[in-house]
């Protein structure tokens, strides 16, 4: 089948998406392993980050793109919400819940306000002490809907500026923490409403918009096509996983290898050629992974953590590297099972219920 430009300028974000939730499985993987397995601690495993801003450079193209042709107005502004949150909060609720209920079975304190604050995407210090949600990779999801939330209000008021608008509001919110940083007896309060102002995270769903917007105005333009892209993604991401440490070592600050690397391989995958290709397995596997990356991403935890614990229990001595490619194996198949007949059909069933 013969892909027009967009489509096949969305499906390559669409690989993208994929390699992204496999670098935060390696990740996750990696830490679990040494923490459950080994009972050591490895450290940080960047690719992790690198995943999750690629996520978010998607995440600012994807919804300043689609949204283009939006009127400005109430009915605009409620198609746009009621879409957002059926994309977001099924799933997310159903794995904290579980997750929740999984900490009370292992006797983990837990209060049930903590359990609200994230269904309402509040930042606050966990029961671990760390400024997350009870499901942990639902921070990412908070500064999801604090972009969702300044990008419906363009919706509402300024539909011809929204990139300003929101690249705007989302800098005055970083320049707070420039310009009056948090004190040591800062109130948790205040530590909260800090958490939307890191520059680190936001930037990327203001660089994702400004893609876009270029990409507008230069539609006619491709680098490559989306074979291409995918080969180019890898080959920039393995560089990434198995040089990190003579990276680390140049004296380049991590922040700046992410995102180095996470915009090499963003706009690789945007600025696909108008020559379009065939498809073929492996892009359509892809493709497939790219769906299911927000299945990938919400419950692998579980995946890894279960697995982790039987090899302990069972003294089975495997090594790492086999462990983190049996995960990744194993969480984008249960990914993709799980998009396939929970989430596909559930975003089909409430759309046809709320946007009539």
Known sequence: ??????SQKLLALQGLRAYAAVLVVVAHAVLTFYKKVLGGDFGSMPAGTLGVKIFFLISGFIIYTTTKKLKQGVVSFR???IKRLIRILPLYYGATIIYYLKLSFQGVSVGYEQLILSFMFIPFVNHEGLMQPVLGQGWTLNFEMFFYTIFALTILVASQWRLAFVSGVLGVFCLLSYFFPLS?????VLKSFYFYTDLNSLGYFV????VARLRMHFPSFGITNELSAMIVVFFVLSLFLFF????LDSGVLVSAQIAVFGVVCFVTCVFVSDRASEENLFTRFLHLCGDASYSIYLFHGFILGAVARLLTRLHIDFPMTVYVVMMVVICLVFGMFTYRYVEKPLIRKLNSMFLI
Do not use: E, N, R
């Open 184 to 188: 040591a007896d800062s109130s948790d």
């Open 207 to 210: 660089g994702g918009m400004l």
């Open 79 to 81: 198609i746009f919400v």
């Open 1 to 6: 089948m013969i892909k027009s430009l967009y």
């Open 244 to 247: 990190y440490d003579d990276l």
